[in-house]
């Protein structure tokens, strides 16, 4: 196949948390791969993971029947950033967009036209392309749209700050611009949609793409998911701010948003089973960040970060390692649990060993398809994890990076190493830099070589 790279192979080795044996047989034939993106749902947002304010008897079903990964970990603090490393197979030392960039009047920074993305790849092996949800690569007449950048079919928003209102005047199909009466709830236009599209794509390999939007920005959702919690919480309404409008009960709100993504994570699982393709079809479900605190949003009292410290915008924990479950019946051991360190850039090749195809040369993704199919000897892992994120208006440069149990973490580019361990201290609690030097000069020695600088998102400012 074609390879197309913008980075030179940074030769990543291994090391990492074991998990347990597990022994499943490896499929017969190409999977179909849906891939189910929350947004700014917090690691402890689900029941299976801690949340005690409401369930997620879906999800939870997914945990119980697949695989539930405890040290899976965003692309980014953010929300663009995070979906390029995805799309990429690249971490955000060597992505094109390493922040939110904004471009008026829709739309973010655009990736470049010559991009190679895991859509592309996935239709290389034959599959049908498909992304419903929310983009954020590009806006519309941009070189970063989906339908130039390897997908089939694209339905959703194209721009992030437009995603902040679950009741838009309007959205894309593929490159036709879609009126609405901004009383229509997106969510469920894009959950219909993506069963649409299964049912129509069930008789050969699909690829389909969903970066819902639920539970971002405003604290909104319909009436009728609104009143089993209506009288649930104490509420302090909030008033708005910027384009987030006002809320009454934004705790309710929030709780139904979930319960209403769970609700329709259902919807597809149970459709792959009436279509007799759930076990050739492998499911996974995480978020794109940590939890937010915008419009309304009380993540300390949800405790959405878990036993995590931070949040969105944070590269603490709690803003990068997000709650994954991979679902695949028949394949995937039941119940199972991975604690192998992973990262959206191990999509990319994920994928192309599931699919039988060649990755690209020059990505830093390792593949996790040996975690999935149960074969824990055969799993390749990272040397190092690598994050940056460019905070937005001109205040910083966060970078963080994991190796095995440690974690380092630089808050701005003049200030020093942080540094946690991760197996006693998961909350990073305790900076213990200074007790453990040789490990400090080792990451300072990785961090020199961690990216390549771009004049776009350039390390100092």
């Known amino acids: 196949m074609k390879r197309r790279a913008f980075i030179k192979q940074t030769g990543l080795a291994a090391t990492a948390l074991a998990m347990p044996s597990l022994t499943q047989a490896a499929p017969s034939k190409q999977p179909n791969i849906?891939?189910?993106?929350?947004?700014?749902?917090?690691?402890?947002?689900?029941?299976?993971?801690?949340?005690?304010?409401?369930?997620?008897?879906?999800?939870?079903?997914?945990?119980?029947?697949?695989?539930?990964?405890?040290?899976?970990?965003?692309?980014?603090?953010?929300?663009?950033?995070?979906?390029?490393?995805l799309m990429t197979g690249l971490h955000t030392g060597h992505t094109f967009i390493r922040g939110n960039k904004e471009i008026q009047p829709e739309g973010q920074y655009p990736i470049p036209q010559n991009t190679f993305t895991v859509a592309e790849l996935m239709k290389q092996a034959g599959y049908t392309t498909g992304i419903i949800g929310k983009w954020g690569l590009g806006g519309p007449g941009s070189s970063g749209v989906p339908t130039k950048q390897g997908f089939d079919y694209w339905f959703g928003y194209l721009c992030q700050r437009e995603a902040h209102s679950f009741t838009p005047s309007h959205?894309?199909?593929?490159?036709?611009?879609?009126?609405?009466?901004?009383?229509?709830?997106?969510?469920?236009?894009?959950?219909?949609?993506s069963l649409r599209f299964i049912r129509e794509n069930k008789d050969n390999p699909f690829f389909l793409y969903l970066p819902f939007t639920i539970p971002h920005a405003e604290m909104h959702a319909p009436k009728d998911a609104m009143e089993p919690f209506a009288d649930q919480f104490d509420e302090t309404p909030f008033k708005g701010q910027g384009n987030y409008r006002a809320q009454q009960k934004p705790k309710a709100a929030f709780a139904a948003m979930v319960k209403r993504l769970d609700s329709d994570v259902g919807r597809i699982l149970d459709l792959l089973n009436e279509l007799k393709i759930a076990d050739n079809t492998l499911v996974v479900f995480t978020s794109d960040n940590g939890p937010h605190q915008e419009g309304g949003h009380d993540p300390e009292f949800f405790d959405s970060n878990g036993p995590l410290r931070g949040i969105k915008r944070d590269l603490y924990e709690g803003g990068i390692r997000v709650p994954t479950l991979a679902y695949w019946?028949?394949?995937?051991?039941?119940?199972?649990?991975?604690?192998?360190?992973?990262?959206?850039?191990?999509?990319?090749?994920?994928?192309?060993?599931?699919?039988?195809?060649?990755?690209?040369?020059?990505?830093?993704?390792?593949?996790?398809?040996?975690?999935?199919?149960?074969?824990?000897?055969?799993?390749?892992?990272?040397?190092?994890?690598?994050?940056?994120?460019?905070?937005?208006?001109?205040?910083?440069?966060?970078?963080?990076?994991?190796?095995?149990?440690?974690k380092a973490v630089r808050n701005r580019p003049d200030q020093p190493l942080e540094l946690y361990d991760l197996e006693t201290d998961l909350d990073e609690s305790a900076n213990i830099a200074q007790q453990h030097p040789g490990i400090i000069q080792k990451f300072e020695a990785y961090l020199k070589t961690a990216r390549t600088e771009s004049d776009i998102f350039p390390l100092k400012i």
């Open 34 to 85: 849906i891939y189910i993106m929350a947004d700014d749902l917090g690691y402890g947002d689900l029941s299976c993971f801690g949340q005690k304010h409401f369930t997620t008897p879906n999800l939870d079903r997914m945990a119980k029947e697949g695989m539930k990964f405890t040290a899976h970990y965003a692309g980014s603090t953010v929300c663009a950033p995070s979906r390029c490393s």
């Open 171 to 193: 959205l894309w199909r593929n490159e036709e611009k879609v009126e609405l009466d901004s009383k229509t709830y997106s969510h469920d236009l894009f959950a219909d949609d």
């Open 329 to 406: 019946p028949g394949t995937i051991q039941p119940g199972s649990v991975s604690d192998h360190p992973s990262a959206f850039w191990d999509f990319l090749p994920t994928c192309a060993e599931l699919a039988d195809v060649e990755a690209p040369d020059g990505i830093d993704g390792v593949s996790f398809a040996p975690t999935l199919l149960g074969d824990p000897a055969q799993q390749k892992t990272h040397e190092f994890l690598y994050w940056e994120f460019h905070v937005s208006g001109g205040k910083g440069i966060k970078q963080a990076a994991r190796m095995g149990k440690w």
